[in-house]
């Protein structure tokens, strides 16, 4: 069939992208389902800085790459073998496949999937090969989902089934923010009563990890960015404290429990200064490959600090996103709060270029 999505031309192109244009908005064709995968009509898709680490070339993938990662649509039709989905019921996308079998999968959510990483690196869906062409030639899938498009073909472990009284864009940002967010604060960091919570860096995943920690309601919960609105947004969410960067450092704050989301070398630094003695420090942000960070391995011994990394909020979709839904429907989880707007697909360059200067939180795509 014949879709609609926008293309990643090549890596690394001048900003603003609003000029250089790397994303072409393309006409291209989308092979039905094979065994085991299922094609969702997208209904919302969020912009993250996931994507854009791609389009600056952070993040090194082959092109092109039909774009987005976090996504929320109805099924369209079942390929052989899917037998627990059904035509017409909405689901979320989840970046990260998981084949159910390797070393990874039994580690319940704490490491990536080895096959479905595997898979997501070379552009392919979890079983092999590529959907998606453009004028006789491939055209590589975004982390198993390319939700950047009216259309896509989606391997069954890539979907999360919900409830239709879930919205789609509420959904869509399930499927990243709040999974990763969300579960930096409640998989990784496992705080308790009392816990002092610190995020660093509220884009759209720290935010959400805000959201999180403010529905346990357990102790203090600190927001941390450069951006003098993103911490008003925070603390209109619930934060109790809000600082810059430099204010934590002035000031010496820590916390008990301390979630980097920035993907910056220096953010982590400061993060792991800012953990308290007995402390956890949960990174999640995806810096350049290269990049180094220094910190003192005296500091871990001696007051008992523990690093944790988590990819994907060290999350099982299948066990998570349905206790988010639960949390959002009991109003303590207002995931739409999130959403700072809406965009069309045709604006995807420009959306990019507000992402790049910290001005946007989530940017959701909305399809007819």
């Known amino acids: 069939m014949k879709i609609r999505g926008a293309v990643l031309e090549a890596i ?11 994303i072409s908005i393309s006409e291209l064709e989308l092979d039905a389902p094979r065994s085991g995968e299922i094609l969702v009509r997208l209904e919302a898709a969020g912009l993250c800085h996931s994507d854009l680490s791609v389009v600056d070339g952070n993040r090194v993938r082959p092109v092109p790459m039909l774009l987005g990662h976090e996504a929320c649509g109805r099924i369209e039709e079942v390929g052989p073998g899917v037998d627990d989905l059904a035509v017409g019921q909405r689901v979320v996308m989840t970046f990260l496949p998981r084949c159910g079998n390797c070393a990874g999968c039994a580690a319940d959510g704490r490491m990536p999937c080895g096959p479905g990483s595997v898979a997501n690196n070379a552009g392919v869906l979890l079983e092999g090969g590529r959907r998606l062409h453009r004028d006789g030639a491939e055209v590589h899938h975004h982390l198993g989902v390319s939700g950047f498009a009216t259309h896509a073909v989606v391997d069954r472990r890539s979907v999360v089934a919900i409830d239709d009284d879930v919205p789609p864009e509420i959904g869509a940002v399930l499927g990243c923010a709040v999974l990763t967010g969300g579960g930096a604060i409640l998989n990784a960091g496992k705080p308790v009563a009392g816990n002092s919570i610190m995020v660093v860096g509220l884009g ?40 810059s960067p430099a204010e934590v450092v002035e000031q010496g704050i820590v916390a008990d429990l301390v979630v980097e989301a920035v993907g910056n070398v220096r953010a982590f630094e400061a993060a792991v200064k800012a953990t308290a003695p007995g402390g956890t420090t949960v990174t999640v942000g995806l810096p350049a490959p290269d990049a180094v960070a220094s910190i003192s391995p005296l500091g871990l011994v001696a007051q008992a600090r523990t690093i944790v990394g988590s990819y994907l909020g060290s999350a099982v979709p299948e066990r998570d996103i349905p206790a988010y839904v639960k949390l959002w429907r009991e109003g303590k989880l207002p995931v739409e709060k999130l959403i700072s707007s809406q965009i069309e697909l045709d604006g995807i360059n420009e959306a990019m270029d507000e992402l790049a200067a910290g001005n946007a939180i989530r940017q959701v795509i909305v399809f007819d």
């Not at 690394?12 to 790397?22: I, L």
């Not at 920690?213 to 941390?224: K, R, T």
């Open 12 to 22: 690394g192109s001048s900003q603003p992208f609003a000029d250089s244009k790397p």
């Open 204 to 243: 759209g995943v720290g935010m959400a990890a805000v959201l999180t920690a403010v529905s346990l309601g357990l102790g203090e919960v600190i927001g941390v960015d450069a951006v003098p609105a993103k911490l008003d947004t925070a603390r209109s969410l619930g934060a109790t404290q809000v600082y």
